[in-house]
């Protein structure tokens, strides 16, 4: 493909004829002929790796600064990332153009909110894709694609990949027939423009809540992040309960549309009837219809989630019947309050997963769970917090583990670089006098605990890894099952 080819849509120009085989902004992953970009990241800045970069082949050379002795061409842009983002879109034929393309983004309800608005979408008779936290799917079969090492690791643990692995994504579900593609979008990857040349059809907005701050810096910035998709879109859905709704709406340029429960918005549900464990029913009203919408998930938050998720179907032209037929179809999503079956030999307790990993979602989480369980039932939390990320959760969310839950195990949760147990004395700040807790920094062990010493009836919350198939320390990434842990655990207890 001609480098000329591949910067249109970006603020770079050439009349040059050079040929590339590749975009590459790695200097390790350069062959002969490809186009290197240089990007700034956390710790490392592209611009270094320049020399690298043309020894291993490259043809060209793009980036914000011109680099003294570079002997390759040099193309100068004001944002190097952007023009990664549709230089990546290019190169693989501009697949997003040939989608419906729905966004979801907020702090807490991304996954489940996809989820659901997929399943819906795809009881509506269209061939659908979903891209997110849990996994990417073609119709009903998980999609993995062929990656090195790195760039798999990266592609199971982002909530939205880099552009080179987005864009070949979406060329992939084109030449499979889909039609439309579900996807959350990051308020990382809105930040860092990796989205830019997607125009959404629809974008949803759920929520914010604090998180990300070690990256974003302010809330304000992560507000900005989260409202570039509706600068992106037809039509933005918003829950008008949260508190930042409105600020997000004023920041954006699109059809606005709200749905609530607290406040009356253009979507919303009323008549509400919780049926505990076995979900909740509710009369959605809208301006020229109202009808019963049935899940068979709990949870306040499953309110909101399947209330936007209607919301968007029904500007997507989904019929009503479809919307309430897929609704309740769906008795669970994987790691979001996920009910592990443990069969005659739970003995009496229940155990579930989730993926809560802020304070409002732990308390969310709890105060569902808090609705649903029986007078002398126990909650009993397992959680953990992830080692360099916002630091300033960690307390938090020990104080609302111990003041909202019956006994606490606090334990680890992806350390990363950090120390186990440099993460949990944060979390100790937390809890204050309380005595309801134990530390049990090993999570494998702390998990058989957890289930060796369970009381009759317990409800036993594994909280903070919820979908994930891994465990991250200092040594890397390791395969870890909290469902296959509780399984044997539980059959060591019978």
């Known amino acids: 493909m001609l480098l000329s080819e591949l910067f249109v849509g970006t603020d770079i120009k050439t009349d040059k004829k050079i040929e590339t085989c590749a975009v590459v902004y790695d200097s390790r992953k350069v062959v002969t002929g490809s186009v290197f970009v240089a990007i700034k990241g956390d710790n490392t800045n592209g611009e270094e790796y320049a020399f690298e970069a043309e020894k291993n082949g490259a043809v060209a050379y793009v980036g914000e600064n011109l680099i003294d002795g570079l002997e390759i061409p040099q193309f100068i842009t004001i944002n190097a990332r952007r023009t990664l983002a549709f230089m990546c879109a290019n190169f693989y034929g501009n697949p997003q153009n040939k989608l419906r393309v729905i966004g979801v983004t907020g702090t807490n309800g991304k996954t489940s909110t996809a ?49 080179d692995v987005l864009y070949m994504l979406m060329r992939d579900m084109v030449e499979d027939g889909v039609e439309v593609l579900v996807m959350e979008t990051s308020s990382h990857a809105l930040a860092l423009e990796k989205l830019a040349p997607i125009q959404f059809e629809i974008g949803i907005f759920t929520n914010l809540t604090e998180e990300h701050l070690d990256f974003h810096k302010s809330m304000d910035n992560y507000l900005l992040a989260k409202a570039k998709l509706f600068s992106q879109c037809k039509k933005g859905i918003f829950n008008i309960d949260d508190a930042y709704a409105q600020r997000v709406m004023d920041a954006s340029r699109c059809e606005k549309i709200t749905y609530g429960i607290k406040n009356r918005g253009d979507y919303f549900a009323e008549s509400i009837v919780t049926k505990t464990v076995y979900g909740s029913e509710y009369i959605l009203h809208s301006a020229n219809s109202r009808f019963k919408i049935k899940t068979q998930i709990p949870g306040d938050f499953t309110l909101y989630n399947t209330l936007a998720t209607a919301a968007a179907a029904r500007e997507f032209s989904i019929n009503l ?14 790691g979001r309050l996920e009910r592990v079956k443990l069969g005659f030999e739970g003995n009496g307790i229940s155990v579930f997963i989730d993926y809560a990993h802020t304070p409002f979602a732990l308390h969310s989480l709890l105060s569902c769970v808090s609705g649903f369980r029986e007078r002398d039932q126990r909650i009993v939390t397992l959680f953990g917090c992830g080692g360099d990320r916002d630091k300033d959760k960690r307390a938090v969310m020990g104080r609302i583990a111990v003041e909202e839950s019956d006994f606490v195990i606090i334990t680890s949760d992806n350390s990363r670089s950090e120390n186990p147990s440099d993460i949990i004395e944060d979390i100790l700040q937390g809890v204050g006098n309380a005595n309801n807790y134990i530390v049990i ?54």
């Open 115 to 163: 989820f659901l608005l997929k399943t819906v979408i795809a009881h509506g008779g269209y061939k659908v894709a979903l891209c997110g936290t849990v996994k990417c799917m073609i119709g009903e079969e998980e999609y993995i694609p062929k990656l090195c090492k790195d760039s798999e690791i990266n592609f199971q643990t982002m909530t939205t990949p880099d552009p």
């Open 321 to 334: 019947i479809t919307v309430q037929n897929a609704i309740y179809s769906l008795n669970g999503i994987c």
């Open 441 to 494: 920094e090993n999570r494998c062990k702390a998990i058989e605990y957890v289930i060796e010493n369970a009381m009759a009836g317990d409800i036993i919350l594994l909280v903070g890894k919820g979908h994930e198939q891994y465990e991250i320390d200092k040594d890397g990434m390791h395969p870890f099952s909290e469902i296959e842990i509780v399984e044997n655990a539980v059959k060591k207890r019978r």
